[in-house]
């Protein structure tokens, strides 16, 4: 995601699932996101200019590979949403 982030050209914030940050992490799914007490990661959030926070994508329970699908999915959308403007 952090690639992702740097080629898009937008700060990315990582919140990872282990003890120290999991209670940020679970707040931020269960108000934004795909919630359920095992959810899918990764999940990634747009925080826009007027601090909207928009849930963006849900990692893929089939595997790395769709969620990668995801992700280039994603960036296209987004590269057709730039283009439009």
């Known amino acids: 995601m952090q690639s992702t982030a740097k080629e898009l050209g937008v700060p990315c914030i990582l919140h990872d699932i282990e003890p120290d940050d999991v209670k940020m992490a679970d707040e931020l799914v269960k108000k934004y996101g795909d919630w359920t007490p095992d959810y ?23 595997g790395l590979q769709f ?17 439009s403007r």
Do not use: N, W, Y
């Open 40 to 62: 899918v990661i990764p999940q990634v959030f747009f925080e826009m200019g007027d601090g909207k926070i928009e849930h963006v994508l849900t990692g893929d329970r089939r």
């Open 67 to 83: 969620t990668r699908q995801a992700v280039e999915a994603l960036k296209s959308r987004l590269a057709k949403q730039e283009v």
